[in-house]
Structures are given as C-alpha cells and as structure tokens.
C-alpha cells in the first residue's frame, strides 16, 4: 500500500492547479480530509465511492478536489450553489454523510491569533495549515434530501429532445404532453437569444403534435 499524499504535497498539487495557494483552497483540501477521516475512507480516492457537494465555486472548490480526489469531470463532484465554504461528503456505498463547514468564529481566530505586524490575509494561511482540523471545521452527519440514484442515474442512458433534436444524456429528459423534451425546451432555460437579434422560430407547442 503506498502512503496517502502529506498536506504539503496535496496543497502543493493545489497551488499548482489553480495558480496560486489561497486560504480558501487549503480550507478546501483540509476539510476533504477530514471528512474523509469521518467516513472512515482514504481521501484522496480515484474511485467513484465517494459523492461531494459542494456549497460554493472558486478557490474553496478546487481544494475539495485535490483532497477528496472528488471532480466535476468524474461525475463525483457537484456544486450547490448557495454561496456558502462548506461541503457535503457522501459514501454512495453505505449511504452515510457528513457536510463539513468553517467554524463560524475561525476567521476570528485567526486574526486573533496573528503575530504583531501580520497581515490578516497571512494569518488565515498560516492558521489553515497549522491548526487540527477539529479546530478548523463542524461536521455533522446528515441524510441527503434529494434522491441519490436520480442523481447518479447510470451510464450509457441517452435520450434525443423532441424539440431541439439535441442529445440529453444521464436521465436529465423531461416527459410532457408525449413528448420527451430537454430542461431548456422544457422551460428551464439559461440563455436566451441576445437583444436585437432574431430571436429562434417558437418551439411546436407542447402537446400540439398529431
Ligand atoms: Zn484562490
Ligand atoms: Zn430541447
């Protein structure tokens, strides 16, 4: 069995990623662990056991990956967001979870902690790396409110939308009126066509057909 990778070399990976070592990353990459220590699982995995959500995007989230081994492009890594440092790390094998988040007086701490003429943005880094974990983050287990199996759906499932004729992959189709339409066709749409343009002929309306 090789040793799991030391926080240096992980934070390491980290910086290199994303360009820079930030204090949000390095919350990212120890909270991973801890979590992991919580589920009882080696993090990072390079298997697809373990399912995180992720509250916010940025820095924050690239730590998680680098220490949970969890990413978008794996399907193990999804982003809820609601603005929030914190994270949810689920073993999709035994249904257990624990969402992990900064105690809510860490920055407090931190700054409180400085050393005379430190800059803040200097003590969060120094605090993140240096302090345990149990004096970084809350964890508590929780059950997930969505369905996981949904979620996951399974590979190789395709289905074509009846308006759009585009391909709609892992479940995400809609059944209305008949017609198998995807999230855009369905209504939920993030873009639209720009001001002044033309905008695209209307959908045949839903249910119309035949
Ligand atoms: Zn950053
Ligand atoms: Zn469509």
Redesign the pocket.
């Known amino acids: 069995m090789t040793a799991p990778p030391a926080l240096s070399e992980l934070l390491a990976r980290s910086a290199a990623l994303?360009?820079?070592l930030?204090p949000?990353?390095i919350l990212g990459v120890r909270m991973a662990l801890l979590a992991g220590e919580r589920l009882g699982l080696d993090f990072p995995r390079t298997d697809k056991r373990v399912l995180v959500f992720v509250e916010t995007d940025?820095?924050f989230a690239?730590g998680v990956s680098v220490g949970s081994g969890c990413w978008l492009g794996r399907r193990t890594l999804r982003l809820i967001d609601h603005g929030k440092v914190a994270a949810t790390f689920v073993d999709t094998r035994s249904g257990q979870a624990v969402r992990a988040s900064p105690q809510t007086d860490l920055r407090a701490r931190a700054r409180a902690a400085r050393r005379e003429g430190q800059k803040r943005y200097q003590a969060y880094l120094d605090a993140y790396q240096s302090w345990p974990a149990e004096a970084l983050f809350d964890t508590v287990p929780v059950a997930l409110a969505l369905d996981l199996a949904a979620l996951l759906s399974s590979a190789g499932k395709r289905a074509v939308c009846d308006v759009c004729a585009e391909e709609i992959v892992n479940e995400r189709e809609l059944q209305r009126g008949g017609q198998t339409l995807c999230r855009g066709c369905a209504g939920d749409a993030y873009v639209r066509p720009p001001a002044g343009r033309e905008p695209a002929p209307p959908p045949e309306p839903v249910g119309a057909e035949g």
Do not use: A, E, I
Request: with cysteine; glycine share 22%; hydrophobic share 0%.
């Open positions: 994303h360009g820079h930030c949000r990353q940025g820095c690239d």
